[in-house]
């Protein structure tokens, strides 16, 4: 029987799911950075090595999809999402490196049902992801449509959680 999936009940201000981890090969970086981004630093080790970002760098659109990754395979693929409506923000701290071994987590900040989409809530979010050093390298938060259980509830769990 297959599991039931998470709905807009679920997501409750203050729960958080765990993202990662993820090892972040060289050969994965140029792949995508010749693809989306092919700045010296994303496809050449040597170029990294000699940029401000002191080796061969993911490019922070792909740090941003990682993410992404990660996500979905913690809760989105689990949850009755309906997408997003943007990213309210999105900030790459340090260089993602060859080598390196990401990890984080997703936070609900907060969390109300929609008035312009009867039985649909929306559900604020906050990423943090790390390095093996526990650097922050990613900071992210964005909004996530996700259908109601019970649609007929007009109760909002909305509540301010500290960021």
Not at 2 to 15: I, Y
Not at 41 to 70: K, Q
Request: proline letters at 7%.
């Amino acid at each position: 029987m297959p599991e039931e999936k998470l709905a807009f009940e679920d997501f409750e201000p203050g729960r958080r799911f765990s993202l990662g981890p993820k090892l972040v090969s060289a050969g994965e970086i140029i792949e995508f950075a010749r693809e989306f981004d092919p700045q010296p630093m994303h496809i050449d080790e040597a170029a990294g090595r000699a940029s401000i970002l002191g080796g061969l760098a993911a490019s922070g659109w792909h740090t941003s999809a990682m993410l992404m990754r990660m996500m979905a395979d913690s809760y989105i693929l689990n949850a009755l999402c309906e997408g997003a409506p943007g990213i309210d923000l999105m900030e790459w701290r340090k260089p993602v490196l060859s080598g390196d071994t990401l990890q984080g987590h997703s936070t609900v900040l907060e969390a109300r049902p929609m008035r312009s989409r009867p039985g649909m809530g929306i559900a604020k979010f906050r990423h943090v992801l790390e390095n093996q050093r526990g650097e922050l390298v990613c900071l992210s938060e964005n909004s996530v449509m996700i259908r109601m259980r019970a649609p007929s509830e007009e109760t909002s769990i909305s509540s301010e959680f500290p960021h």
